[in-house]
């Protein structure tokens, strides 16, 4: 279970939450809408951890109040592709998950495993810059897998991606939904 408790978030000249409450339970995918700037980014960069300064409460069922825990459990896909350009599709999932803790031959192996669910498994070797959008989109959304996380948020994941492709992100979800019990928060892509 994942709470979310009267949360607020004032930039400087703009008030993007106000007393947001919501409730997500585990094994569940949940997307969040609303117009242009209601703040749909900046809820779920709260709840990644990536805005750490906030009014309310984030609770989730592991612990609460313990930002660093949170961030290991969650795998933020942020709306804006960040992939190194110059390095293999292999190492960039490597680079993240070496973030996350992992190494050695679990390193290696997992960076396979997420490879061959985004649909990428040929494509290991390239650089990222010979990547398509969609290619990249995949490749990002697979970073922030790399360490297993119980929770995944993504901003707008299908953006870029054509209806044939859309498979390679929503059928991995689904395997995750029957096999564990995870959280799955997206903000869906209109149209
Ligand atoms: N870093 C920032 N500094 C100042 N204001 C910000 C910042 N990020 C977002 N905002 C403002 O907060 C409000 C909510 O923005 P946010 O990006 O969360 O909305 P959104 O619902 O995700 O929008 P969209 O559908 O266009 O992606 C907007 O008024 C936006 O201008």
């Known amino acids: 279970m994942l709470s979310v408790q009267e949360v607020?978030?004032?930039?400087?000249?703009?008030?993007?939450?106000?007393?947001?409450?919501?409730?997500?339970?585990?094994?569940?995918?949940?997307?969040?809408?609303?117009?242009?700037?209601?703040?749909?980014?900046?809820?779920?960069?709260?709840?990644?951890n990536v805005i750490q300064e906030y009014d309310g409460e984030i609770i989730s069922s592991d612990r609460t109040g313990n930002h660093s825990l949170r961030?290991?459990?969650?795998?933020?896909?942020?709306?804006?592709?960040?992939l190194e350009e110059k390095l293999p599709a292999l190492v960039n999932l490597q680079f993240y998950g070496q973030l996350y803790g992992l190494k050695g031959r679990e390193l290696h192996e997992r960076a396979q495993e997420v490879l061959r669910d985004i649909g990428l498994t040929d494509y290991g070797k390239e650089k990222v810059s010979i990547f398509s959008g969609g290619m990249?989109?995949?490749?990002?959304?697979?970073?922030?897998?790399?360490?297993?996380?119980?929770?995944?948020?993504?901003?707008?994941?299908?953006?870029?991606?054509?209806p044939q492709s859309r498979h390679h992100i929503f059928n991995p979800i689904d395997q995750l939904k029957k096999t564990r019990t995870y959280h799955h928060l997206y903000q869906p892509q209109y149209g």
């Open 136 to 162: 990249k989109r995949r490749l990002n959304i697979g970073c922030a897998r790399m360490h297993n996380p119980h929770i995944v948020i993504m901003d707008e994941p299908t953006v870029g991606i054509d």
């Open 8 to 48: 607020s978030k004032q930039y400087k000249n703009s008030r993007a939450l106000n007393s947001v409450s919501l409730t997500f339970d585990k094994g569940k995918c949940f997307g969040i809408v609303g117009p242009n700037g209601a703040g749909k980014s900046t809820l779920m960069k709260i709840i990644a």
């Open 71 to 82: 961030k290991s459990i969650t795998g933020y896909v942020p709306q804006e592709i960040c």
